[in-house]
């Protein structure tokens, strides 16, 4: 198993920017495919952002492209999201999430397959 903790949430004026960790403990950190999802209240949790094992393969939501960029320590366990120009509706829980897979090098876009899950941090935009 892995444990997931999310921090660097907060509040911050439109334009502002932001960095998001997750930092894993239990198994190896470097075995797994990592993303990053967002919720707004009422709504479906969506993909942000995705990263593979080893960091070598990335891809983000149009959303978010050219403003955000993902990124991981596999020494510190560490799996970063750095948001920059945020907007008003960037505002939302933000999840990481694991799927081991050292195998196939892939990323994954589903919530439904990741195994592990933090438990969120909140990021609110004022406009």
């Known amino acids: 198993q892995v444990q997931l903790v999310e921090s660097g949430g907060g509040l911050v004026q439109a334009g502002g920017s932001l960095r998001l960790s997750c930092a894993a403990s239990?198994?190896?950190?470097?075995?797994?495919?990592m993303g990053w999802f967002r919720q707004e209240p009422g709504k479906e949790r969506e993909f942000v952002a995705v990263?593979?094992?080893?960091?070598?393969?990335?891809n983000l939501a149009d959303s978010v492209k050219g403003r955000f960029t993902i990124s991981r320590d596999n020494a510190k366990n560490t799996l970063y999201l750095q948001m920059n120009s945020l907007k008003a509706e960037d505002t939302a829980a933000y999840y990481c999430?694991?799927?081991?897979?050292?195998?196939?090098?892939?990323?994954?876009?589903?919530?439904?397959?990741?195994?592990?899950w933090g438990q969120g941090t909140q990021v609110t935009v004022s406009s």
């Open positions: 990263i593979n094992w080893s960091g070598g393969k990335t």
């Open positions: 239990g198994r190896v950190f470097g075995s797994y495919a």
């Open positions: 999430a694991a799927v081991e897979d050292r195998l196939t090098g892939r990323v994954y876009y589903n919530t439904y397959e990741y195994d592990y």
